[in-house]
């Protein structure tokens, strides 16, 4: 089955914790945020935006769904009628990535400098706006609030494991992986994966 996206770039996709519904981040000639029944392939609703649409997540219990865009902006959905509730501002740059913790409070927020490639972590409480956290020079990479673990990847290519959600070191991994995009946990939380953009993949145990 094809979706079909109109005029535009798809820079991410999920999927609604009971599996209804998946959603497609557009950007480039249609930046729009759009909603997709699974079963029957139809869309659902198609929202308009001023700039790329990087990233989306859904709250574990699928009430929420939160996206980040290029204009530095956090919007938060009510899922059961797909009208926006809250915004997230002041962040520096773009965001690239998006986490909600399962207490629907805690977001972590990547935010990305494309033109030089700095990054950096801001925390979030949807709940108290003036609330903020930064950490210089790094990239959400997965959490697993199983283990109370959270992996970063630094900008000049150091992967390490931060507790969850006091992002206090644990462990710095001596392996360098320049160019990390990408990580997940194992489900049982015994190995973690990164990838990058230079064509290579490293494996740990945890």
């Not at 996206?5 to 998946?22: K, T, W």
Request: glycine share 8%; proline share 2%; charged share 25%.
């Amino acid at each position: 089955r094809t979706l079909q996206a109109g005029n535009g770039n798809v820079f991410d996709v999920e999927f609604s914790p009971d599996g209804r519904f998946l959603v497609s981040c557009m950007g480039g000639r249609n930046c729009s945020l759009r909603i997709w029944d699974v079963a029957t392939s139809t869309l659902v609703r198609s929202i308009d935006y001023l700039s790329d649409v990087n990233s989306a997540c859904f709250s574990a219990d699928g009430t929420l769904l939160l996206t980040g865009d290029e204009t530095r902006r956090i919007r938060v959905f009510d899922t059961r009628t797909w009208n926006e509730i809250a915004r997230l501002d002041g962040f520096q740059w773009p965001i690239g990535q998006i986490y909600l913790a399962r207490d629907n409070r805690t977001v972590i927020a990547t935010e990305i400098d494309w033109h030089t490639r700095k990054s950096r972590i801001t925390v979030r409480d949807l709940q108290d706006a003036d609330k903020s956290t930064t950490i210089e020079g790094q990239r959400l990479l997965d959490v697993s609030e199983l283990k109370r673990v959270a992996a970063f990847a630094s900008d000049d290519g150091h992967i390490s494991l931060l507790s969850f959600p006091n992002l206090e070191l644990v462990k710095r991994f001596p392996d360098r992986l320049l160019g990390a995009r990408c990580g997940r946990f194992s489900p049982s939380g015994k190995f973690f994966a990164a990838g990058s953009a230079y064509q290579n993949s490293q494996l740990w145990d945890l």
